[in-house]
């Protein structure tokens, strides 16, 4: 029988984010600070949909009012709000 790897001497990826490239994320929607999902796995330089399953996962880690969906007229504000649009995924 093969031995699985063993995950313990991986060793952990050190994430480094500049607090200013961090700040540049943060956007006022409904009178709270937030970070787009995309933004965020951006950050941590990950998929979005491997950040959302990721949450979903671990649902009972974060606190109720943690996340919010936006309406479908706040997500096209924020796409024109965009100045620099980001590549792949269709965009330009």
């Known amino acids: 029988m093969a031995r699985s790897p063993n ?3 991986i060793p ?4 480094t984010v500049p607090a200013d490239r961090i700040v540049q994320s943060i956007q006022i929607l ?3 600070r937030v970070i787009l999902d995309s933004e965020l796995a ?5 998929a979005t949909k491997a950040l959302l399953q990721a949450v979903r996962r671990n649902s009972e880690r ?3 009012d943690f996340m919010l969906r936006l309406t479908a007229r706040e ?8 100045v620099t649009l980001k ?6």
């Open 7 to 9: 995950l313990m001497a």
């Open 12 to 15: 952990a990826r050190t994430l």
């Open 30 to 32: 409904r009178g709270h």
């Open 42 to 46: 951006t950050l941590y330089g990950v």
């Open 62 to 64: 974060f606190p109720e």
């Open 75 to 82: 997500g096209e504000l924020l796409r024109s709000q965009t």
């Open 87 to 92: 590549t792949g995924s269709g965009r330009s």
